[in-house]
């Protein structure tokens, strides 16, 4: 496994901007979830993707967010129209449904810094 | 709705000692699963173990053992002889199914430094 990669890893945009970040989960992991990171906190989940289905998503999830997940295979994650308050680290993580531990592997994650 | 409490901001222990970190929970679920995690300066997150409610043993792996105490609803992390590199942000977690849907609920996390 090459495990699980994000896209950018750092995107410092103004505000206002469109941003798109991508996720490749490991091969053949079913679900995938975002996840977002402020400084000092723990993650907050964003959305949760069973193959193609997006199942959830959290009421952190504004209408100007948009979550993807084509032919179940990467994901991508859009903010329309940035704030600062976005400022955060997004972080994809992956998992086979199988996976006797629910373990879920994350990915470096994607900083954005909003000015 | 789950919650997942640590309130321990930051701690120091010597190399080579055992240190536990500490974490209560709270869900009105019969079923649960509890992790630990470690978040190193470079931002990942990097699974170290898993408690089930209904595993009858504490789990471990490795150095890692976790202290699981389900009628006080802890699941406290237990590092032996700690090392430079466990230096890092630890975040205790529960799993979460509700609906079809499947998330992790963090608590806030603390800091481990290691000194030589």
């Known amino acids: 496994d090459t495990g699980v990669s994000q896209d950018p890893r750092h995107k410092i945009t103004k505000r206002g901007q469109n941003v798109t970040f991508r996720c490749d989960p490991i091969s053949e992991h079913n679900r995938l979830y975002w996840y977002r990171q402020t400084l000092g906190q723990g993650p907050e989940f964003l959305t949760y993707?069973?193959?193609?289905?997006?199942?959830?998503k959290s009421r952190l999830l504004s209408d100007r967010f948009s979550a993807e997940r084509p032919k179940g295979s990467f994901s991508t994650l859009e903010i329309q129209r940035t704030e600062q308050g976005d400022s955060a680290m997004y972080l994809c993580?992956?998992?086979?449904?199988?996976?006797?531990?629910?373990?879920?592997?994350f990915g470096p994650g994607t900083r954005l810094t909003v000015t | 709705a789950q919650k997942i409490t640590q309130t321990q901001p930051g701690m120091f222990v010597q190399e080579k000692e055992a240190v536990t970190l500490d974490c209560t929970y709270d869900?009105?679920?019969?079923?649960?699963?509890l992790f630990w995690y470690k978040q190193p300066s470079s931002g990942e997150m990097i699974f170290l173990i898993y408690q089930g409610s209904y595993d009858e043993q504490n789990a471990t792996e490795g150095r890692y053992s976790l202290n699981f105490q389900k009628a006080r609803k802890s699941a406290n992390l237990v590092i032996s002889a700690s090392q430079l590199g466990d230096s890092a942000m630890y975040f205790c977690?529960?799993?979460?199914?509700?609906?079809?849907?499947?998330?992790?609920?963090f608590g806030k996390g603390m800091k481990l430094t290691v000194n030589p």
């Open positions: 993707f069973q193959n193609e289905a997006q199942l959830e």
């Open positions: 977690a529960m799993r979460e199914w509700q609906g079809g849907s499947e998330k992790l609920v």
């Open positions: 993580a992956s998992r086979h449904e199988g996976t006797p531990s629910y373990e879920q592997y």
């Open positions: 869900t009105s679920d019969q079923s649960y699963g």
